[in-house]
């Protein structure tokens, strides 16, 4: 029997502006997304790694081809389905962090649980209790994010991220304003929130190390897939990383 994979696209294009000006972020990708994996997206600056999760989060729309979330064609949906949608299937992580400064740890954690009245997803105080102590936030959640380390406050977005369960969590950049050892943290959750936790997470970086926390690593390179990494270290992404530099010699070097 095989499983639907959490996320799939189809023949992916994304243009943005016309003619002249146009700029084709994503030229056609093909990609599926396991359940209960933590896949990282790597590619050079420009690659189109960030248009590609925001179309996987139906935060933008394509110029052609699918989104699939489990099943559902994201790109056939009405806005307001995919609002709701959004707010009942997926999770997001940013790098900015994204918290709500006047709202304590604990409500911007929950604060997805009382978004959309009656649609809203019922609190889990269970899931919400392991996910504190997991993250180490017991004694956090009083503070405002003004009041909390960037480790902190990005464990706290993941927290909020993860409240509704969601079936698909998306990170981009997640590490990428955080010193080495508070972004060390933050991964090693990401990973056991996939193997202890069973969720599916997709996380766009372009630290080698932070990918090596991944079970896979899909690279882009000028808006098309150019290869992945399995069971990935930081070696191995590394030289992927340089000869995909030296076959494109076209594409942005960081
Ligand atoms: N809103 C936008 N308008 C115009 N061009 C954009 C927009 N967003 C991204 N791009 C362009 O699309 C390409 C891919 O961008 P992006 O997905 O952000 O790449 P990455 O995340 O890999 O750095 C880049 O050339 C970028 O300049
Ligand atoms: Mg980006």
Known sequence: MSSTPAATAVALTKTYGRAAAAVHALRGVDATFERGALTAIMGPSGSGKSTLLHLLAGLDTATSGRVLLGETDLTALPDAELTVLRRQRLGFVFQQFNLLPVLTAEQNIVLPTE?????????????LDLLVDVLRLRDRLG??????????????????????????????????????????????????????????????????????????????????????????????????????????PAAGVR
Do not use: C, K
Request: glycine share 8%; hydrophobic share 40%.
């Open 143 to 248: 503070h405002r994010p003004g009041e909390l380390s960037g480790g902190q406050q990005q464990r706290v977005a993941i927290a909020r991220a993860l409240i509704t369960r969601p079936e698909l969590v998306l990170a981009d950049e997640p590490t990428g304003n955080l010193d080495s050892r508070s972004g060390a943290e933050v991964l090693d959750f990401l990973r056991r929130s996939v193997r202890e936790l069973g969720r599916t997470v997709v996380m766009v970086t372009h630290d080698p190390v932070a990918a090596s926390y991944a079970d896979r690593v899909v690279l882009l390179a000028d808006g098309a897939l150019a290869g992945e990494v399995t069971d990935p270290t930081p070696e191995a992404v590394t030289s992927a990383l340089e000869a995909l530099r030296t076959s494109l």
């Open 115 to 127: 978004l959309g009245g009656r649609r809203a997803a019922p609190l889990d105080r269970e899931w």
